[in-house]
């Protein structure tokens, strides 16, 4: 593509009739599971399939109504099953297509940001540092140009490419500047043959996924112990051997809650989903339980804190005058007062010509202006607008023929331009101390400190002229032009943030590379800096000499500082959450226990990190730890709800016999009541809305188990009380003559599921209740009615019939529990149970 085809670009129609010929740019998504496939999963369980043992058992034996009541349990526990995979899959799905990523390309003479999947063939692509590959490029620009393509070719060191050069999708722009035009997309492309080759697997399980996967085997065990027992006092107390193996077999089934993994995970998938709502987009869902942990939030300043639409607001020329710039975002209309004059315009031609950023005027997507590149750049455009000059005409005069861009080493960009009437202009900008000399520029190195202590951040400008072309790299004695003071105003609600993250037990730092001054500024204005805090500098020896016990602003840090940073605070039992934006932020991503980019952000930023930030706002990840705290709440309170009812059940089995009754409950009986218990009412339990307090209690600990905080003294408290009120009205109905098996079998129905009303969470002012718990108990309360009511069920479930006057007095003991667990959690336990 030549140089006047780059600068045009394609035109829209034919982009548009590209993308319909060769089809969008993606890689070919996996293929999706079928109804098969997910069945199979499920009755894989080995739950499931010792469930279905028992099966093959009772229709061996010719048991009719248990073989049925088996049949029903399984057939149940596998549609719901495979009901929550697909609710789960469309959930990520749909977190997948709000992550999708943008490139920056130019189509009808303009720059454009477009989603990348819209890219095709013969499109010319912008990039800046940090940027993923969209396509497979031929570079037509680069200008000290390297790429990290650890993603096709496992190498870590960027590779330096050149123009004329091939980049491959999936790299990311490790340094410098480049611009190509695409060649291959989607599955043409060099990441999407690698796709076709590699077999893609969904991701493992989660550490809470995991942890509960444990719990499970240690619950499969103790049923299993607890279940030989039960056969064996069967079998002594002369109940048929078959029979009682039946049970103890149910008995395992129905006291471990073979539901829960896939509770878990919906819960986890449905959980990301709200949080996308509120424009926090989880990349992984384990991020989802993380962020119920954090204990600090390592933040950065610029459009995080801030609102990230920068603008100048003070310049001062090299001669001392000094200018006040007014307008709003990016739109160059506005307002200098001062002098003005030549100097001002010298300082704004130069932050123009030293710039690799557009301004995007408002069209019918976009009411506002906004910037393509980096923000600063973008500032120094629009304050050049504001001084009236013409910035596409300046670059046209004063073509750009070199340039060393910005690294973190020097600070500073340097870039050479051919001059109308002959000669070069080179033209630096950077931080004041990179591009100022101390002595010959001491006014304007004191008036930068006064700037940066008012917390602005400060760009120094410099140029130099000569009749031949320099060494950007190194570039010539260059005389100051001026300062400008740039300016991103805190976030209306930056305050009211830092001050939720302090109720919520969550500490909150500000990480920058600002200076010193700038950095303290913005932390007293957040209210974050207290007395005993200091202000950490990002020398290296300063750094290491601070007591980060009482650091709480970290300023003019380098990226490998943050990652020192950040590993300091995990070794002192930290869980980190780190914000960025910017490639440099990427290991600091990565190395925290969850990463938050911003959605304005660089791709590479964003692909290192579990959280993006739709809406750039840091106030919306307390409103995610909110969300991630509410679902770890709501999955111990499945726990507590399910492990009780299990556990009562093995108690009843176990000490019926003890009681005169050899049998307590016979094997469809108990499949029956876990049917109904752990089945829609335990989901039910998973949409629960946040308690009141839930951001004005501290974060859980990440080394606590899962049963921990009180939840097994819970679980243990509730069995206790619903295998005594069962067994109780056992023993009266078989001393008052009653059918005792089918008063205990409706007792220990009805009293799990008034537990599961007694778990959900305290009713919050102002917010709607959860209306899924109370009709799924309402109609398992009727189901479990029906099993002794009903005669086609009392045959299957092998109960009698009860008068009227037994059903209402097994009402009102299965109430017990129900009010006694409530009452408990509310006046003794306060929070400590997850009530």
Known sequence: MSAASAARGLSTAEATRRLAEDGPNLVAAPPPRGVVRRVGRQLADPLVALLLAAGVVTAALGDVPDTLIILLVVVVNTVIGVAQEVRADAAIAAL?????????????????VVPASDLVRGDHVRLEAGDVVPADLRLTEAQRATFDESALTGESVPVPRSTSEPAGAGTVLAGGRAAGTVVATGPDSALGRISELVSRTRPGPTPLQRRITALGRVLGVTAVVVSALVFAAGVLAGQPVARMAITAVSLVVAAVPESLPAVVTLALALGAHRMARISAIPRRLHAVETLGSVTVIASDKTGTLTENRMSVQCAITADGSRHTVRGTGYDPAGQVDGPGGEPLRALARAGALCNDAALLPPDDDRPDW?????????????FAGRCGLDVDAERAAAPRVAEHPFDQDSRRMVTVHRLPAGGFLVVCKGAPEAVLDPQTDAALVAAAAELAADGLRVLAVATAVGDHQPDPAVPPTLHAVGLVGIGD????????????????????????????????????RLGILGPGDVVAHGDQDDLRGTDLAHARVYARTQPEQKLDIIRALQQRGEVVAMTGDGVNDAPALRRADIGVAMGGGTEVARQ???????????GTVADAIGEGRRIYDNIRRFLRYALSGGAAELLVMLAGPL??????????????????????????????????????RPPRSPQESVLGGGLLRGVLTGAGLLAAVTLAAGVVAQQTGRPWQSVMFLVLGLAQLGVALAVRAKATPGTPRNRMLPAAVAVCLLLQFAGVLVEPLRLLLGTEPLDVVTIVACLAVAAIPGVALRLWTRVVAGREGDG
């Open 96 to 112: 997948d297509r709000l992550a999708a990523p943008v490139a920056r390309v130019v189509r009808d003479g303009r720059d454009q």
């Open 370 to 382: 906004a910037a393509a590149g980096d923000p600063m750049e973008a500032a120094l455009l629009t």
């Open 489 to 524: 105003p805190l976030r209306a609600t930056a305050r009211d943030t830092a001050e939720a993250f302090r109720r919520a037990g969550v500490q909150l730092l500000l990480i920058t590379g600002d200076h010193p001054q700038t950095a303290t500024a913005i932390g007293r």
């Open 608 to 618: 290192a990190a579990e959280l993006v930030l739709v809406d750039d706002n840091l």
């Open 659 to 696: 009681l005169g009754m050899p049998l307590a409950l016979l094997p469809a009986q108990l499949l029956w009541i876990n049917l109904l218990t752990h089945g829609v009412p335990g989901v039910a339990l998973g949409a629960e809305p946040a308690e009141a307090d839930v951001l004005r």
